[in-house]
């Protein structure tokens, strides 16, 4: 795994962790991060704090009590430094993942601009993690991300498909909602999983091993997901991992629909592979079947 912490001074987050932010109810919280080896560590949240020491390696990682629905909050994290987030929200968090059904945008729907105009719930909020392929794993983003609530000023770039899903549970839960837009069109479901996955399986693994023959700075360049397994996965949901969520939503299979026999396969080893990852159990994993638009004798 390559990390982007260059320079482990200061106690620091992954940019996950930002103001705004929701956090999974009912459910230990997991807060993992980067400080000097040895040093202490405190977080805070709501009523409870706990502490925990960084390893040999700069990493720290503790696991708060589970929260009821509720806030806002301040996540306080201090070493040496003090890092206090703000208006940090406890509900349910979603990954919501696929090709270009689910980056989709609420402001290329239907009805548009009476979507956005009608957009009033900030305890809907969205993230969005940067497109962006890596030939290994990565434990954080490069760049800062930040959560936006759901109004006329942001749903327009919300996922279309993440907040009608959002927005139907908060009705019906009335808790905040968190979405982890994390998505790209047009994307194979092979480059969303792992490379130790592919590896397990006779027919996937030769993939993983010509790709391991590609010198990293070729895939460094390389822009296109599709090129070789894995890329997405790397860049796009490791730094997520182990973020608690309450599930996923997937949306996807175009193209990977001249494979469909192999996908048959795939899909469910992705389903497997990012459930063993976060170990939050048989996480809810919903997708939507394509529809036959198309589609031979469809």
């Not at 930002?18 to 919280?29: C, E, K, S, T, Y």
């Not at 993992?32 to 080896?37: F, K, L, N, R, S």
């Not at 069109?185 to 480059?191: H, L, N, R, S, Y």
């Not at 899909?267 to 170990?279: A, L, Q, T, V």
Request: charged fraction near 20%; include cysteine; aromatic fraction near 10%.
């Amino acid at each position: 795994m390559l990390s982007i912490q260059a320079l482990i001074a200061d106690v620091r987050l992954p940019q996950i962790f930002a103001n705004g932010m929701v956090l999974q109810r009912n459910q230990p919280i997991a807060v993992w991060g980067w400080a000097d080896p040895g040093e202490q560590v405190k977080v805070g949240l709501n009523t409870q704090q706990q502490e925990t020491t960084a390893n040999a390696d700069g990493t720290w990682k503790l696991t708060l009590s589970a929260e009821e629905a509720g806030g806002p909050f301040q996540l306080v994290v201090s070493g040496k430094n003090t890092l206090t987030l703000s208006d940090v929200l406890i509900g349910e968090v979603w990954i919501c993942s696929g090709q270009s059904n689910m980056q989709w945008t609420v402001a290329n729907s239907d009805r548009a601009e009476q979507e956005i105009a009608g957009a009033n719930y900030p305890q809907i909020r969205q993230v969005e993690i940067p497109r962006k392929t890596s030939g290994v794993p990565l434990d954080d983003v490069e760049e800062p991300l930040e959560w936006k609530e759901a109004n006329p000023q942001n749903v327009g770039n919300f996922t279309a498909v993440g907040y009608f899903y959002a927005r139907e549970l908060h009705k019906q839960l009335n808790v905040p909602i968190g979405l982890i837009n994390t998505s790209w069109g047009g994307t194979i479901v092979e480059t969303w999983i792992s490379k130790e996955a592919l590896e397990k399986d006779k027919s996937l693994k030769r993939a993983v091993h010509v790709f391991e023959q590609v010198p990293a700075d070729t895939v460094r360049k390389n822009t296109d997901p599709n090129h070789y397994p894995t890329l997405l996965f790397n860049a796009m949901i490791n730094p997520l991992i182990p973020y608690t969520i309450k599930g996923a939503i997937w949306y996807q299979g175009e193209s990977n629909a001249g494979r469909a026999y192999e996908y048959r396969k795939s899909f469910p080893m992705m389903i497997k592979d990012w459930r063993k990852r976060w170990g939050l159990g048989d996480f809810p994993f919903y997708f939507v079947q394509l529809a036959s638009f198309k589609a031979a004798g469809g």
